[in-house]
């Protein structure tokens, strides 16, 4: 048997097949990392410049 702690609440859990979640200890840890994650990715791309269209160029 393999027991890993949970990435997102560290809480010791199964990485069998039996375990639908695994690495997670449930469904509900799995989606805040997932989550966690997306919002991470969000948060990279933020470098277009949106700003220069506030002067206007007629
Ligand atoms: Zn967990």
Do not use: V
């Amino acid at each position: 048997m393999i027991e890993r702690p949970c990435p997102t609440c560290q809480q010791t859990t199964l990485l069998a097949p039996s375990n639908p979640h695994r690495p997670f200890c449930s469904d509900r840890c799995k989606l805040i990392d997932l989550g966690a994650w997306a919002e991470e990715s969000y948060k990279i791309p933020t470098q277009e410049p949106i700003m220069q269209w506030e002067e206007s160029e007629e």
